[in-house]
């Protein structure tokens, strides 16, 4: 008798040292962000308020990118390499053929996979002299991560978290400020932005684009500032690729191979770290499905494949992405880092290409929450409510091996644990 329990640790000497970067490998090349004609020059105010580092991984040409060792030292800090489990437990319920393995980002110091560039982006403004980082958050975890990373490398942190959220987030906003950061609910009176949007509602809920408006906004005006994206940006998904890489390992110890890749997509980073480094093989003939968990509240892969700007306020340049439209209004959700207009240049290439599929659950998130009920019960995590969707997923497709009677091997990636957010199942589950 082996157990029922499967895990695959790799040894941190055995850890990736090196991210990956899709740009020289993907079958066409991506479509560069650009200035619409009238507009103003954001190109160029862009990289003013980004790290030259992170401006320079954003169009790098080649397909490895050594990560610092300052960098691989405060990773297993945070405790990576991060294990792989087989989930037989939950196989077992589910009466499946089908073998499920499951990556466990939710073993961050902060909740969830944003860690991985959090740490990166806070080492390289220290190391260029920054005194400071600003941000915007949408469910908190975001700001929660670069709050720690800032701390950790000796800089301030200010967030702007979309307000809807930020009200009754408490525990996480002190976590925040626990980290020694300054938290303002966005839109706030801090930013011209900001100062617009409350004059016409006091009350206005906030959306993650205008969030990043107003943190372009702030680092624009503080030489000592610089700006950090959690999520879309190029840089970013390179950054968490040291999920998938590590994956990719661990799959090789075991001596298997996944047939389905599935994640929850916000904007889109713990998917593309979790499923690029897989992505060579697909365009080698590999027979890989990719598979996206979104919400119908924001099922931003389901929209249009076209130019649009990443932010409410129209600062950003724009990005060739699948999109909703940059103004578009989204019934809030319980996942509320799935809630973003758009996804990830890189990503929706792939999908434009026909490499990502993509499910949009119903926005009273029932069944989401009810698949991640059984999830904790059969193998003891707490999924993050994002997470919770590709959890979700993954039980769904399980059942569909059940149905057609298929021995498929299905990983899917955990990208944060629920502890902060018990509100959330209580309030879609009861109890
Ligand atoms: C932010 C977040 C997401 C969504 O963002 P992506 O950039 O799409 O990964 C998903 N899960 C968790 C736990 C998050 O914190």
Redesign the pocket.
């Known amino acids: 008798m082996g157990g029922d329990t499967l895990s695959v640790h790799l040894p941190p000497e055995e850890g990736p040292d090196a991210w990956y970067n899709v740009l020289p490998d993907l079958p066409e090349p991506l479509p560069p962000p650009k200035d619409d004609e009238a507009g103003q020059p954001r190109l160029k105010m862009l990289s003013q308020v980004l790290l030259k580092e992170c401006l320079r991984q954003e169009t790098a040409t080649s397909r490895w990118i050594p990560i610092p060792q300052e960098i691989l030292d405060l990773y297993r800090q945070a405790g990576r390499p991060r294990p792989l489990f087989r989930a037989r437990r939950l196989e077992r319920r589910l009466d499946t053929p089908a073998k499920l393995y499951f990556k466990s980002e939710f073993y961050s110091p902060t909740?969830?996979?944003?860690v991985n560039t959090a740490l990166a982006q806070a080492w390289y403004a220290a190391a260029a002299g920054f005194e400071r980082v600003t941000t915007e958050t949408?469910?908190g975890?975001?700001g929660t991560a670069l709050s720690y990373a800032a701390s950790l490398v000796g800089l301030k942190t200010t967030v702007y978290w979309v307000r809807a959220v930020h009200d009754w987030k408490a525990d996480r906003r002190n976590l925040m400020r626990l980290y020694g950061a300054e938290v303002h609910a966005s839109p706030s009176p801090v930013t011209e932005t900001g100062r617009q949007l409350l004059k016409e509602d006091a009350n206005h809920p906030g959306s993650l684009g205008i969030a990043v408006s107003e943190g372009l906004e702030d680092a624009r005006a503080d030489p000592k500032a610089v700006y950090c994206l959690?999520?879309?940006l190029n840089h970013v998904l390179m950054h968490q690729t040291i999920i998938g890489l590590e994956t990719k390992k661990q799959f090789e110890m075991l001596g298997e191979y996944p047939d389905v890749l599935i994640s929850?997509?916000?904007?889109?980073?713990?998917?593309g770290g979790f499923a690029l480094p897989f992505m060579p093989d697909a365009f080698h003939g590999r027979p890989i499905r990719f598979l996206a968990a979104q919400s119908e509240a924001a099922p931003n892969l389901q929209g249009e494949y076209r130019y649009d700007f990443a932010d409410h306020a129209e600062l950003t340049p724009q990005l060739k992405m699948y999109t909703l439209g940059h103004r578009k209004e989204m019934t809030p959700i319980r996942g509320d880092?799935?809630r973003y207009h758009a996804a990830a240049p890189i990503l929706s290439l792939l999908r434009h290409l026909g490499y990502i599929e993509t499910v949009a659950y119903p926005a009273d998130e029932r069944h989401v929450f009810e698949r991640a009920r059984m999830f904790v019960q059969a193998e003891g995590f707490l999924p993050?409510p994002?997470?919770a969707y590709g959890v979700a997923c993954a039980i769904d497709e399980a059942l569909k091996c059940k149905e057609k009677g298929e021995r498929k091997t299905i990983a899917f990636n955990i990208?944060?644990h629920g502890f902060m957010d018990m509100e959330a199942y209580r309030a879609v589950l009861g109890g």
């Open positions: 909740g969830s996979h944003k949408g469910a975890q975001w959690g999520s879309v929850c997509l916000g904007g889109g980073s713990n998917f880092g799935l993050a994002e997470s990208s944060g």
